[in-house]
């Protein structure tokens, strides 16, 4: 089982696409990786309280009528919190959630289509460029594996690529629930991709397009579907005072729109695998007796 691994990528594409007015050298600073480490205990502390029941497991059933508008085929997606992204020192920490019904589907389901790599390049084209599973290791009654992920976003003319490696931890968390944390354990950017002296810069050196992510994606089965829910976080370098006024909608449309994307995407892939294992049965036939 796989985690969706487009859904690392969001935060990255928000400032990729800022690519042509932020393309400045940046190093990761010390006390920029604090503050991020401190948020990511608190993500995780409200995770814990989901899992063991002392808040609702979907952040879908933290309002009324959420639950209701995905099963009408709405996607929805938020910000995480009043202050997105929080200023941190020298950086900043991009936090979003976002949810889809999947009707018809079980958890299984959906558990397939993310075990798929290899039709990756197919579900969440052009931007993800390849994945590879770099191994797994089971241990009672949770998964933890490792894989990584190359992606690539062209704005202008410039070409900048990111090449990744992740650790993944899958948790039952009853009969139908699954939740998966995820997070970087190696961000590079590559210099000059697909051209003559392409290199693969030091961690934590480059642009600061992204400097950390963090994902956690929830399933839940239930009402005739199933509930999937992304939270992804991501560290990336501020925004310059000079550009901020420009950047700041980018801010705030861009991760939306590619968590929007990525939610159907998965959703349509789901459904086309339902629909195929249904043909499948009708076409075999009735199953003789005796």
Same mark, same amino acid.
């Given at each position: ?34 503050? $991020? ?12 309280? !989901? ?7 979907? $952040? ?10 995905? !099963? ?105 629930? $699954? ?32 400097? !950390? ?31 901020? $006024? ?30 195929? !294992? ?13």
């Amino acid at each position: 089982m796989r985690v969706l691994h487009s859904s690392v990528s969001v935060i990255a594409l928000l400032f990729l696409a800022m690519l042509p007015v932020t393309a400045t050298a940046e190093t990761l600073q010390r006390e920029t990786v604090k503050a $991020w480490e401190a948020y990511i205990r608190h993500v995780d502390a409200n995770m814990h309280a !989901r899992a063991v029941g002392g808040a609702p497991f979907l $952040w879908v059933d933290e309002a009324a009528d959420r639950a209701e508008r995905l !099963r009408k085929g709405e996607i929805l997606v938020s910000a995480a919190g009043d202050n997105c992204p929080e200023k941190v020192a020298h950086g900043l920490i991009h936090h979003w959630v976002g949810a889809a019904f999947i009707a018809g589907a079980g958890v299984n389901d959906v558990l397939a289509v993310v075990q798929d790599y290899d039709r990756y390049k197919d579900y969440y084209a052009p931007n993800v460029i390849n994945t590879k599973r770099l191994g797994r290791a089971p241990v009672p009654e949770k998964l933890e594996q490792k894989f990584s992920l190359l992606w690539v976003r062209k704005i202008l003319f410039v070409t900048a690529a990111i090449d990744t490696d992740y650790e993944s931890r899958y948790v039952q968390a009853g009969a139908k629930r $699954w939740y998966v944390v995820t997070q970087s354990t190696r961000v590079q950017q590559i210099d000059k991709y697909g051209q003559p002296g392409q290199r693969a810069l030091p961690p934590d050196e480059g642009s600061g397009y992204i400097w !950390r992510i963090y994902t956690i994606a929830r399933f839940e089965q239930r009402d005739g579907g199933v509930y999937a829910e992304l939270e992804v976080l991501g560290l990336t370098r501020d925004i310059p005072p000079s550009v901020e $006024w420009l950047l700041h909608p980018l801010v705030q449309r861009l991760p939306r729109d590619a968590m929007t994307a990525i939610l159907q995407k998965t959703k349509n892939a789901v459904q086309s695998l339902v629909e195929a !294992r249904k043909e499948l049965r009708e076409s075999a036939g009735p199953v003789p007796i005796g």
